[in-house]
Nanobody, 127 residues
Framework: EVQLVESGGGTAHPGGSLKLSCAAS????????MSWARQVRGKGLEWVSG????????HYSDSVKGRFTISRDNAKNTVTLEMNNLKPDDTALYSC????????????????????WGRGTRVTVSS
């Protein structure tokens, strides 16, 4: 059973930084691609960032490119999202997502199966 627990959310001022972490258990972490998705109430889902199982491929949405950095530690079963130069539009519920790795290792798999999602950690950016 996939278990994902996010931490590190909170409140930051515009221009500030936060570091989100996701602790994974219940599956072979090194065989899964990991992503961060965010949701704003009343708005759609945005796939913010992803990293493949071997950390050789990363992806960022245009809205966070250059400000956020994703990384993972397969020895510790953790994935991290460092968020810098935060903006009010970054305010959202951030969820960690695990999907079985892409077969060719060249892409980043994602899933909408909520059994593979954490409950999320809330980020608020406000002055």
């Amino acid at each position: 059973e996939v278990q994902l627990v996010e931490s590190g959310g909170g409140t930051a001022h515009p221009g500030g930084s936060l570091k989100l972490s996701c602790a994974a258990s219940g599956f072979t972490f090194s065989k899964y691609d990991m992503s961060w998705a965010r949701q704003v109430r009343g708005k759609g889902l945005e796939w913010v960032s992803g990293i493949n199982s071997g950390s050789t491929v990363t992806h960022y949405s245009d809205s966070v490119k250059g400000r956020f950095t994703i990384s993972r530690d397969n020895a510790k079963n953790t994935v991290t999202l460092e968020m810098n130069n935060l903006k009010p539009d970054d305010t959202a519920l951030y969820s960690c997502v695990a999907a079985p790795e892409a077969e060719d290792g060249l892409g980043i798999e994602v899933t909408y199966d909520r059994n593979n999602w954490g409950r999320g950690t809330r980020v608020t950016v406000s002055s």
